[in-house]
């Protein structure tokens, strides 16, 4: 199991930059300073260490706390790539859901918690919160539904960061 002792000796963590860099060569092709990690398909910094892929988010938990992550690891700002301590958080499975600030894919309102009907023409705003699903009201614009989302989340969600 990976400590945080092995971890700093492997690495350098910069806590305001989020950033990795190696301070061992591991092959030839990596040098001590360099970088470590790329982003992979999810938007998420991952590296390899002691031959294992790892979320650089986790990682640098356990830098800067001496601990493995008890929950999730939340990106306060919502940008998975910024790995900057000050934008972690160890949080539970449902409140990492709740920070979500983006619409799911193929969204047609492209705001979140919003949806269109086409046979009223309308915009309809709706929140879950705790498994139960709370109906905002409808709207003419996407913008006043978003709105509306955005305060019940406040209120509703304990893990939202908006």
Known sequence: MLTAQILRELLNYNPETGIFTRKVVTCNKV???DIAGNLNH???IQLRVLGIIRQAHRLAWLYMTG????GEI???NGNRADNSFTNLRDVTKQQNIENQRLPQKG???KFLGVDYR???NKWVAQIQSNGVK???GIYNTP???HAAYTEAKRKLHSGCTL
Request: charged share 30%; net charge positive.
């Open 134 to 136: 709370h109906y905002l």
């Open 67 to 70: 601990n493995h992550p008890k």
């Open 31 to 33: 040098k001590i300073g």
């Open 107 to 109: 969204n047609k309102s």
């Open 42 to 44: 999810q938007g998420y």
């Open 143 to 145: 913008e006043e539904a």
């Open 118 to 120: 086409s046979h009223k």
């Open 74 to 76: 939340d990106h306060i």
